[in-house]
Structures are given as structure tokens and as C-alpha cells.
């Protein structure tokens, strides 16, 4: 456990706007290698409602500082030293926090939406603590980082080190805590929606009343933990897990309307409800409906109901599914090669490993008096290793879409809206651009 106690001074220094620029600018001369640059140097400073936006303190020494509503959006500090810090009401969206060393900070109230927090040590830490007029008091206190009401939507949290972290009221929607260490933390009325949490440690940690709604839990460790009124209706959760006791005060989705043996009744009259527009047969909702592995090639479900169903593996080449609402369902792996998917909407589906290889997700586009656009909605859906070669997504929304590794070799992205998508490792040889909508999406390497 850190210890930043000692050596802590009886007051905090206070610095000025012009001594800050002449320590940020030597700082940034010392980071490319100049002879007799000083690193800067923040402990136990007071830099209250500075204005520290995009500056680079990467390895920069801000043990103990109190950053109190200081603006620090876009800012580099991987590998700086905040243990201590306190960062409460703070704004760092979008900052880089890789690696940082913040055991005992305090991020409470924080915007940290879309920063990156990959591999950060949040652990426990013996702390001072400091009155308003920046005066120690006799007290220190031992606590894990405070993320306590929070917004870190969409950050990347993976392989960070938060356990015991307190983290009331935070909002961790679509955000990404794989690998974390959340053992013991709590995270009592969070906002999971969406969150990654493969393979995370949370043994012993309290999730009751959180939001985990299409939270993906795949190989987490959960033994000991809360999960007494949590919604995880539509999160992807180990077979196994499912009958631990932690689990018996969750909350999940109902079961499917239908028994497996209505399947080829339910997709008759919907297949008539298509052709008839809904003047006979029976709109098919197959919500909460398990079709692992089935084989529907072909299928007409355009128009269905499909709401966290999980479709893991299942066979959809060629299949119509336009205008389908897919909200939440798991689709990993599967096959939806060629498949007629315009209109439909993914939201926060998880299609990690889909084959969509050739499929049209094209908006679908009325050019009459109302010329209206319904556009093919990918919002913060996971696409992680998907195969989308040639697939054609002009006009969809792929806004917050996690592409990670995604194959996109000539697929067509004209008009698209990839904003706060996340693209590192993706494969765009070829793909068509025009009009895309580029800004704010990460780790987006164009072709040439």
C-alpha cells in the first residue's frame, strides 16, 4: 500500500497562471530529451480551476496536488505520478491516464468520459488530507481511488488496478473494465449499461442496484459479490454462473414468449404479417429467444422483434432482417454473410466476431414528399474482430461502436457516422470514406 504521508507539506503551494506556463513549457522541453530541462515537478500543489486542456504531462509528479475543477480535456498524463491527487468535479474527458499512478485519488464527480484509464493503479494508499484554505489536517485517510458520481462513459478502464475503488452513482456506460481488478469495490447504483467486463476480478464487490443491462461478463470472477437488485437483463453472463447464489437477487430478462418447437409456426406467420404488410399473420417477437446455433439462412425476419436475443453462432447468411430491432443481442460469431440488414437497429448488440462479410446495412432512404432516412443503427454496439469486408454501411450510425481489430476491407462507409468509435487495429484497406463522419473516432487509420 502507498504511503503519501510522508514528506507531505503542513500547506499546499500555491501556483500562478504564469510560473504554471513556464513549468508546463520546461517540462515539455525536457519530454524531447532537451539538456537541463526540468520535469515538472506538482507535488502537493494547488492548481484549483486551472485550465490545463490538451497540455502534455506525461510523467509528470502531481503526488498529493489538489486539481479542484481544473480542466484537463484532452490531457497526456500517462505514466504521471496522482497518487493522492484530488480531482473532484475536474473535467478529463478524453484524456490520457495510461499507466498513471492514482492509488488514494480522488476523481468524485469527474468527467472522464471517452479517457483513457488503461492499466492505471487505483489501489489503496494512506493519504493526507487538506482544509480549504490548503491547510493539512491531523488526519490522513487509507482509501482506494473515489469515482464516486463519475462519468467515465465510454473510457478505457482495461487491466486498470480499482480494487476497493469507490465508485457510488459512477457511470461506466459502454465503457471498457476487461482485466480490471474490481475485487471489493463498490459500485452500488452504477451505470454499467454495455460495459465490458470480460474476465474482470469482482469478487467480494458490491454491484446492488447497478445498471448492467448488455453488460458483457464472459469470464469474470464474481464469488462473493452483490448483484441484489441489479439489472442485467441482456448482459452476456457464463451459463455457469448464472445458478451461483450471487446472482439470485439479479435482475434478468424475462423468458422468451415462445417455446423452441413455435419456432417454424413464429417465423409462418411472420413470413405472412412481411408479405401481407401487416394486414395478416402475426408480427414475429422473438425477444429473450435462444437460437444458438440454429441454422436460418434465408430466414425473413425483416421488421421482427429480436430484442437480447442471443444468437451466438447462428447461421443468418442471406437473411432479412431489415428494419429487425436487435437492441442488446448477443450475435457473437455469428454468420451474417450477404445478409439484408438496412434499417435495422444493433444497438448495444454485441456482433464481436460476426461475419457480416458482404451484408447491406445501408440506411434505407425515402425519396418522396416526406423524404425521410432510416439509418442502419450500430450505436455503441461491439464489433471487436468482426468481419466486415465489402459490407456496405452507407449512412449507418456506428456512433461509440466498438471496431477494435475489425476487418473493413472495401466496405463502404460513405456518410457514415462513426463519432467516439473505436477503430485501433482495424483494417480499412480499400474502404470508401466519402462524407464519413470522422470526428472524435479513435484510433481511426485511413487508407490511403
Not at 29 to 34: D, R
Not at 117 to 125: H, K, M
Not at 260 to 272: A, F, K, S
Not at 412 to 420: E, R, S
Request: proline share 2%; charged share 25%.
Amino acid at each position: 500500500m502507498g504511503d503519501f504521508t510522508r514528506g507531505a507539506p503542513a500547506t499546499l503551494t500555491r501556483v500562478g497562471a504564469e510560473r504554471l506556463r513556464d513549468i508546463l513549457r520546461e517540462h515539455e522541453a525536457h519530454l524531447a530529451g532537451k539538456p537541463d530541462a526540468k520535469p515538472a515537478i506538482l507535488a502537493f500543489t494547488d492548481l484549483s480551476d486551472a485550465d490545463l486542456t490538451g497540455v502534455n504531462l506525461t510523467l509528470a509528479d502531481l503526488t498529493g496536488a489538489r486539481l479542484h475543477r481544473a480542466r484537463l480535456d484532452g490531457a497526456r498524463l500517462s505514466m504521471s505520478k496522482c497518487g493522492g491527487s484530488d480531482f473532484r468535479n475536474a473535467t478529463l474527458d478524453g484524456a490520457d491516464l495510461r499507466w498513471a499512478d492514482l492509488r488514494g485519488a480522488c476523481l468524485r464527480a469527474a468527467g472522464l468520459n471517452d479517457a483513457n484509464l488503461a492499466e492505471s493503479n487505483g489501489a489503496e494508499a494512506l493519504t493526507p488530507t487538506y482544509d480549504g484554505e490548503g491547510n493539512i489536517n491531523s488526519d490522513s485517510i487509507r482509501r482506494a481511488i473515489d469515482l464516486s458520481g463519475a462519468s467515465a462513459q465510454r473510457a478505457d478502464l482495461s487491466g486498470a488496478q480499482l480494487a476497493r475503488a469507490f465508485a457510488l452513482h459512477a457511470d461506466f456506460a459502454d465503457a471498457n473494465l476487461g482485466d480490471s481488478n474490481l475485487s471489493g469495490a463498490d459500485l452500488r447504483k452504477a451505470q454499467l449499461m454495455s460495459a465490458r467486463l470480460e474476465n474482470a476480478d469482482l469478487k467480494a464487490s458490491d454491484f446492488s442496484g447497478a445498471n448492467l443491462a448488455g453488460a458483457s461478463m464472459s469470464g469474470a470472477s464474481i464469488t462473493g459479490a452483490n448483484f441484489a437488485g441489479a439489472d442485467l437483463r441482456g448482459a452476456i453472463v457464463d451459463e455457469a454462473a448464472r445458478s451461483l447464489p450471487e446472482l439470485a437477487a439479479a435482475i434478468f430478462a424475462a423468458a422468451s414468449r415462445h417455446a423452441p418447437e413455435d419456432l417454424d409456426e413464429v417465423l409462418r406467420q411472420h413470413e405472412i404479417w412481411v408479405r401481407t404488410e401487416g394486414q395478416d399473420g402475426i408480427r414475429a417477437d422473438l425477444s429473450d429467444f435462444d437460437f444458438t446455433g440454429r441454422d436460418l439462412r434465408g430466414v425473413n425476419l425483416m421488421g421482427a422483434l429480436l430484442e437480447r436475443a442471443c444468437l451466438v453462432r447462428t447461421v443468418l447468411t442471406n437473411a432479412n432482417l431489415a428494419l429487425a430491432r436487435l437492441n442488446f443481442a448477443d450475435l457473437r460469431e455469428a454468420d451474417l454473410g450477404r445478409a439484408n440488414l438496412r434499417g435495422a437497429s444493433f444497438a448495444r448488440a454485441t456482433l464481436d466476431g460476426a461475419d457480416l462479410s458482404g451484408a447491406n446495412l445501408s440506411a434505407i432512404r425515402d425519396d418522396g414528399q416526406n423524404a425521410r432516412t432510416a439509418r442502419t443503427n450500430l450505436g455503441a454496439a461491439k464489433l471487436k474482430k468482426a468481419l466486415l469486408v465489402t459490407a456496405n454501411l452507407d449512412g449507418a450510425s456506428l456512433v461509440g461502436a466498438d471496431l477494435r481489430e475489425a476487418d473493413l476491407r472495401e466496405a463502404v462507409l460513405t456518410g457514415a457516422d462513426l463519432t467516439d468509435g473505436r477503430f485501433e487495429g482495424a483494417n480499412l484497406l480499400g474502404a470508401q470514406l466519402t462524407g464519413a463522419r470522422i470526428d472524435r473516432a479513435r484510433d481511426l487509420l485511413l487508407p490511403n
